[in-house]
């Protein structure tokens, strides 16, 4: 379950009050932006028993992420939250993309985060704050696991709205991932604005 032990560690390493949790949602869908989110929490006890249950967004229900994302809010020093679009995906790249996406949440943080906590392997090099990369960091770091539900139930909300802009291909079921109902809908409409149509299989091959 994830806590607060690597924020307090970096905390009584560096005498750092402000450290932020970074996480990203959406990396390998079809469809949609990627999303990410930057979190700084209170650094004390009341902190983990307020946000309890909070954990890597993948493992929860989307009920229960949409409750702890009004907690997260409400409970966090600051939150921010960046988003770059299919159009920007397909012309940079999902990893730049991805980076873009982290960097304009980092900006939005008010106090100034003094550390980064970046989920899997990322770095941020534009960034001039120290930072470490985390794998699997959304089910250790409280921090980063309170990022990807900010991160995932906003990515969830906006495909919700897609779907009603473009109901043929079941975004609010799917949120734009591969699946079966929604490769199928691709192959029968053709994709939409909001592909990727830089990834397989949408991607056409030169002739």
């Not at 650094?43 to 954990?55: I, M, Q, Y």
């Not at 809908?185 to 990834?199: K, L, V």
Request: with cysteine.
């Amino acid at each position: 379950m994830a806590n607060l032990a690597l924020e307090t560690a970096v905390s009584q390493q560096h005498q750092f009050t402000h450290i932020a949790g970074i996480d990203e949602a959406g990396r390998g869908a079809l469809a949609g932006p990627v999303v990410a989110a930057a979190v700084i929490l209170p650094l004390n006890d009341k902190t983990e028993t307020l946000l309890k249950g909070v954990n890597d967004s993948k493992q929860l229900s989307a009920k229960k992420r949409e409750t702890l994302f009004d907690l997260i809010v409400e409970h966090a020093l600051a939150y921010g939250i960046g988003q770059q679009p299919a159009s920007v995906i397909d012309e940079i790249g999902i990893l730049p993309a991805n980076k873009l996406a982290m960097c304009t949440a980092v900006s939005q943080l008010s106090p100034t985060p003094q550390f980064l906590l970046i989920d899997g392997r990322i770095r941020l090099p534009q960034i001039n704050i120290p930072q470490q990369s985390i794998v699997r960091g959304d089910s250790q770091s409280l921090s980063i696991a309170a990022a990807s539900i900010l991160a995932k139930v906003t990515r969830d909300r906006f495909m919700c709205e897609l779907d009603g802009q473009f109901p043929h291909y079941g975004f609010a079921q799917h949120k734009g991932y591969g699946t079966v109902q929604h490769r199928s809908a691709i192959a029968q409409h053709g994709p939409c604005t909001q592909h990727r149509h830089s990834f397989a299989p949408i991607r056409q091959p030169l002739p």
